[in-house]
């Protein structure tokens, strides 16, 4: 009876402890992610995006050494990179949210890994600010955006 | 007569012979414990499916380009990369291969979760951390830690209570969930912004999640465009969510739970293009074949238990 109730309490304590270490890596600020694999908050779609959504993206102007004639969103740039690609997309997000939060270091280590994995073949592209009500985007495209800072790879 | 016609098309129907058994604690438990071995070795052969089909993935792993590795696999960037990830490759087919092999030893399985919980990090080690391979680094670590002697009523005690443990870590899971999204209400309504409760925020959420992702989806559009319908659906979910942990410690609610939330992840597929397969399968599997169902599904036992319900409106 004594081992039944010493596993129960071992069980007990082990899913209190990942709740509470769970929940300490979610990231109140919406800055940098504090999640330590494997930890993490579960707290998936718990934002309700507003109606002035800020997002950041890229616009590709050199690719394969060779000036691109227009410069393409990188939502058009299936042929230089995958635009559906998640770990893409947040890497983006990490090197808006590291210019916006001054994190030279952080924009560092994301626009790394960035454009080793993700542009390998882009040499020169510019991060966007981009501001939108979702639904309405969806439905029109309509959306403001802003030049944040040129990249070249390989380049400070 | 009519009832014993009625019994035994019930019988067929159910076609179990095991509701005899439930007269007896301890046959109960001897079943129950088969069942479980069954399922923890199902588990590991899914495993072996799940890295065989990766196979033919190998050479895009191993050309990969810088990574930024998660602490698990941080000595990635102390040796050759391109080994490094071979080693993981094979540590995790192998270990995967062992513990069908030899589900019973402990060193097979510590393998096995060494060799998954490797792979996981390293793939998500490119800047972003997905979660559908959570359950399963989760779910394989735990079962490190069956008890290595399985004879007699203790040891297959022991075998069931963490089989238990697994199955309340993977609702809690979901109830975390369902926290989350209880949190960003209170945070939203404190922000004075709109929240999950505002009857646009599901279209919200589906048209921002697939403008991010430059895709589109089966029902997005028309999520995006009948807002009303759309959050009846979020709202469900977040039911579905939030009562996990109760629904699994109600027996007579497993199987449908687990088709409930394995619908809600192949039906978050159609709708946001996130696809949880690994999920899907530990769900239907610890769940869906659950031992501790009653072999009989029991409706009126199911409504009088559905979570936060009282009872008196039953």
């Not at chain 1, 004639?69 to 635009?83: T, V």
């Not at chain 2, 069931?160 to 199955?167: C, E, H, Y």
């Not at chain 2, 404190?190 to 589906?206: D, K, R, T």
Request: hydrophobic content about 50%; glycine content about 6%; some cysteine.
């Amino acid at each position: 009876m004594r081992t039944y109730r010493k596993i129960w309490g071992c069980m007990i304590v082990g899913l209190i402890a990942y709740l509470i270490a769970g929940i300490l890596t979610f990231d109140i600020q919406k800055k940098k992610s504090n999640e330590k694999f494997p930890i993490f908050s579960w707290f998936l779609f718990a934002d309700v995006p507003q109606k002035h959504h800020v997002r950041y993206t890229i616009k590709i102007y050199r690719a394969d050494n060779v000036d691109l004639p227009q410069p393409l969103m990188f939502s058009e740039a299936a042929l230089y990179s995958n635009p559906k690609s998640v770990s893409a997309n947040k890497l983006i997000q990490d090197m808006g949210r590291a210019i916006e939060f001054h994190d030279d270091q952080w924009l560092q280590q994301a626009r790394e890994v960035f454009e080793q994995n993700q542009i390998i073949r882009v040499q020169r592209y510019e991060l966007i600010k981009l501001t939108y009500d979702p639904v309405e985007r969806y439905q029109t495209g309509k959306m403001e955006s802003d030049s944040i800072r040129f990249f070249e790879k390989g380049k400070e | 007569m009519k009832t014993m016609v009625f019994k035994k098309w019930r019988e067929f129907f159910s076609g179990g012979t095991l509701h005899e058994s439930e007269g007896s604690v301890f046959l109960r438990q001897r079943i129950q414990f088969s069942q479980i071995q069954t399922l923890i070795r199902a588990f590991y052969a899914a495993m072996v499916l799940h890295a065989s089909f990766q196979l033919p993935e190998w050479e895009s792993y191993l050309g990969r380009g810088k990574a930024d590795p998660l602490w698990p696999v941080s000595w990635l960037s102390s040796v050759d990369q391109r080994s490094g990830i071979l080693f993981i490759l094979v540590l995790w087919l192998s270990g995967a291969v062992m513990a069908v092999v030899f589900t019973e030893k402990r060193w097979a399985r510590g393998w096995a979760f060494l060799g998954f919980f490797f792979f996981a990090a390293f793939n998500n080690s490119f800047g972003k951390i997905g979660h559908s391979l959570h359950h399963w680094v989760l779910i394989s670590f735990l079962l490190i830690f069956l008890p290595s002697c399985t004879q007699g009523r203790m040891g297959r005690q022991r075998v069931i209570q963490l089989f238990i443990a697994i199955q309340f870590l993977i609702g809690l899971t979901y109830t975390m969930a369902g926290i989350g999204k209880i949190g960003g209400i209170f945070l939203h309504l404190f922000n004075g912004e709109m929240s999950p409760l505002h009857p646009y925020a599901m279209s919200y959420i589906v048209a921002e999640r697939l403008l991010q992702t430059n895709t589109d989806s089966l029902f997005g559009a028309w999520f995006v465009s009948h807002p009303y319908p759309t959050w009846i659906f979020l709202l469900g979910a977040f039911y579905l969510q939030f009562a996990s942990l109760w629904f699994v410690a109600r027996p007579v609610w497993h199987r449908a739970w687990a088709v409930g939330v394995a619908l809600f992840h192949i039906f978050s597929y159609f709708t946001f293009t996130i696809i949880f397969p690994q999920s899907v399968f530990v769900l239907l599997l610890f769940f869906g074949a659950s031992p501790f169902t009653p072999d009989r599904f029991k409706v009126r036992e199911m409504i009088r238990s559905i979570p936060f319900i009282p009872r008196n409106l039953l």
